[in-house]
Structures are given as C-alpha cells and as structure tokens.
C-alpha cells in the first residue's frame, strides 16, 4: 500500500475550517483515499473517502488533486469535539486491512 | 450503521497470565477480521489478520505463539495474550470490513486497554 505524509500537527479555531494535507505521491490507480480520526483512547471513526472525485458528507469534504499524488481533509467548522488524530490512508479494493501513518495531530481552539 | 464491539474495555492482569479479548461485528458477518496495537502516543500498528475457519496471518515481527487468534465464527474473532508482560500492557483494537472486497469502510472496535502489573 502507498505510503502517506502527513504533517504532525495543527491547531484550528473553533468555528473556522480545518484543512489536514496528506501526501500520497506512489499512490497507484486502484487504491482510494481514506480518512479516519482517533480521539484519545478510542478506536478510529470513518471520515471519508474517495478515489478520485471530491467527495463530501455530513461531516466533511474530500479533494483529491487531479494527478491524485495528494489529497485535502476539510472540516468546514471545527469544533472542540473535532480535537483528534487524522490518519489518512490509502488502501485497495480489496483487503481492507489499513496500515495507518502517524496521522495529524490536530487541536481546536477556543 | 455496521458495528463492531469489543470487550472487555479495560483489562488488569497479572505478569504471567493469559488474557482473552473479543471482538464483534455486531449486525453484519465478517469472514475477515483485523488486530491492531497500539502503544502511547504511537499509531496503530497492524498485528494480524483473522481469518475465519482457517488460521490468522501475522505481520512480521508479532509473535504467533504469543497473540492467539481464533475466529470461530462469523461474528467472532478472539485474541488471547498468553503468558502477558508488563511490555504487552498496549490498547488493543480490532476492525472488519463492513462489506468485504468492496469499495467500503472498515469498522472499528472500541479497543480494550490491556496492562499488565
């Protein structure tokens, strides 16, 4: 599976969108984008995720670029709630078996 | 949407003694189920696959003899941490694709807080 980069940390106000970049230059053309978050001691959430469309949903919007080497995570309005670690990953069809990253760690501030 | 329970939530054992979690995908079947570890401050390091009605594969570096899978069923994958130690003390986390060779999410466990005194 593609390795991905992803910057260690971000601070967001609360109310203002968070944009978390993830890089994934090896990506090859059957693997999607996936996005999970992890809020202490818990087990990771589903975000989203995609192939090469945007993609958005209830809780957040997906942009892949067009040569799909990297791809944006937007929260549109950051809550405390949304204080987390943002693994974005890229997987196969088939195997779901996820290999995370480092993710990002991201803090909403007040 | 598809569930996946883990019990128990947190685990005290003593040095020496085996420990059993379990993992469950609660309303869908899951022929394919996956362990992660995870350590402090670290990311999720995937452990093992487990496969039902045949044996689980290990990723490089886990011990098999150590971290025994079992998954009897559809709905059920058992880890079972023998002989724990202190450095065994890790949050452990299960997940199961939701619909399997498809385009889907996976589904994770709440996770079970093993430490081991």
């Known amino acids: 599976d593609a390795k991905t980069t992803q910057p260690p940390s971000m601070d967001c106000a609360e109310g203002r969108a968070a944009n978390l970049p993830c890089n994934h230059s090896t990506i090859s053309g059957n693997e999607y984008v996936y996005w999970y978050r992890q809020i202490h001691s818990q087990g990771p959430q589903y975000i989203i995720h995609?192939?090469?469309n945007n993609e958005t949903n209830e809780m957040a919007s997906l942009i892949i670029t067009e040569d799909r080497k990297s791809s944006t995570l937007i929260l549109p309005h950051a809550t405390l709630r949304d204080t987390a670690v943002y693994y974005c990953i890229v997987i196969e069809v088939t195997g779901n078996q996820f290999y995370f990253g480092t993710g990002t760690s991201l803090t909403v501030i007040p | 949407g598809a569930v996946v329970s883990q019990h128990p939530s947190r685990v005290i054992c003593k040095s020496g003694t085996s420990v059993k979690i379990e993992c469950r995908s609660l309303d869908f079947q899951a022929t394919t189920m996956f362990w992660y570890r995870q350590f402090p401050k670290q990311s999720l390091m995937l452990m093992a696959t487990?496969?039902?009605?045949?044996?689980?594969?290990?990723e490089q570096g886990v011990e098999k003899d150590k971290f025994l899978i079992n998954h009897a069923s559809l709905t059920l994958s058992t880890l079972t941490v023998t002989s724990a130690h202190p450095e065994d003390s890790s949050f452990y986390i299960c997940?199961?694709?939701?619909?399997?060779?498809?385009?889907?999410?996976?589904?994770f466990g709440q996770g079970t807080r093993l430490t081991v005194v």
């Open positions: 997940s199961a694709p939701g619909r399997p060779f498809m385009n889907t999410e996976a589904f």
């Open positions: 487990s496969n039902e009605g045949s044996k689980a594969t290990y």
């Open positions: 995609g192939l090469k």
